[in-house]
């Protein structure tokens, strides 16, 4: 593991390994920059209830930008 690869959890006050974004949640996420909705949205294999907590990629995008990965 490489230094570039580890995030420091303030909270536990430790390093921990960084979680990237997997190759299908990059996929999907360049589909919907350029496609419209909900035609994009149709089939993404990571749909879980969005019409009531959101778009499950946009959502684990936000995660993984903010370091909140669960």
């Known amino acids: ?4 690869d580890l995030g420091f ?3 536990n006050s ?3 390994p960084l979680e990237r974004p997997s190759k299908e949640l990059v996929r999907q996420l360049d589909i919907l920059a ?3 909705r909900p035609e994009a ?12 907590h959101g778009c499950a990629v ?3 995008a936000a995660d ?3 370091g909140d990965v669960k």
């Open 58 to 60: 946009i959502n684990k």
């Open 41 to 52: 949205c149709l089939g993404c294999g990571m749909e879980h209830d969005c019409s009531v």
């Open 14 to 16: 430790c390093c921990k």
């Open 34 to 36: 350029v496609e419209r």
């Open 9 to 11: 959890d303030n909270l």
């Open 64 to 66: 993984l930008l903010r």
């Open 1 to 4: 593991m490489k230094i570039n």
